[in-house]
T-cell receptor, first 115, second 111 residues
Framework: GAVVSQHPSWVICKSGTSVKIECRSL??????MFWYRQFPKQSLMLMAT?????????EQGVEKDKFLINHASLTLSTLTVTSAHPEDSSFYIC???????????FGPGTRLTVL | GENVEQHPSTLSVQEGDSAVIKCTYS??????FPWYKQELGKGPQLIIDIRSNVGEKKDQRIAVTLNKTAKHFSLHITETQPEDSAVYFC??????????FGSGTKLNVKP
């Protein structure tokens, strides 16, 4: 149980384009989803927290207009990187927590490369 | 806010030996402490967790201990195997909301 999937697993795009990453909880309802960014050999950096049906809460320093998060259902959250630039290249990981749950279950991550 | 420090940053052990990774936290109100294992190119996987009302928890070869007074918790892996090689992250949380992660420990188990 507690499986979280992400799609795509990797994506390469041109500078200036937008990229959408999907995060799905496959066998539980995720009332809260989290989006992280991870640079090579570094820890996870929380970007935003989203609750189903509500606007996401962004961490300090994260541009909400650049990283659009939508949590429209209890099993799906999306992260859209708008007007991507090479500095946005990173490993993006989502996690999900069920109602009344305590821990976060992580997806496999999405490797974004912006040329 | 919470600050979690993790040591060591790298750890090499011989197969069959034990490995210990330590974390300290600053917020005495933190009450949930999970440990994650991350293999190269993959997302973190929960391996064990502990709540503040428990001092120790064990699951086969893996155990976690918590000292609330000293504000530190540790991951213990016994009888290490090559497949235990990965990066391990500790985290602390208050009320199961935002997780504060340690900087990670790269464990290398030599066959």
């Amino acid at each position: 149980g507690a499986v979280v999937s992400q799609h795509p697993s990797w994506v390469i795009c041109k500078s200036g384009t937008s990229v959408k990453i999907e995060c799905r909880s496959l066998d539980f309802q995720a009332t809260t989803m989290f989006w992280y960014r991870q640079f090579p050999k570094q820890s996870l950096m929380l970007m935003a927290t989203s609750n189903e049906g509500s606007k996401a809460t962004y961490e300090q320093g994260v541009e909400k207009d650049k990283f659009l998060i939508n949590h429209a259902s209890l099993t799906l959250s999306t992260l859209t990187v708008t007007s991507a630039h090479p500095e946005d290249s990173s490993f993006y990981i989502c996690s999900a927590r069920g109602q009344g749950g305590d821990t976060q279950y992580f997806g496999p991550g999405t490797r974004l490369t912006v040329l | 806010g919470e600050n979690v420090e993790q040591h060591p940053s790298t750890l090499s052990v011989q197969e069959g030996d034990s490995a210990v990774i330590k974390c300290t936290y600053s917020d005495s109100a933190s009450n949930y402490f999970p440990w994650y294992k991350q293999e190269l190119g993959k997302g973190p996987q929960l391996i064990i967790d502990i709540r503040s009302n428990v001092g120790e928890k064990k699951d086969q070869r893996i155990a976690v201990t918590l000292n609330k007074t000293a504000k530190h918790f540790s991951l213990h892996i016994t009888e290490t195997q090559p497949e235990d090689s990965a990066v391990y992250f500790c985290a602390a949380s208050r009320g199961f909301n935002k997780f504060y992660f340690g900087s990670g420990t790269k464990l290398n188990v030599k066959p």
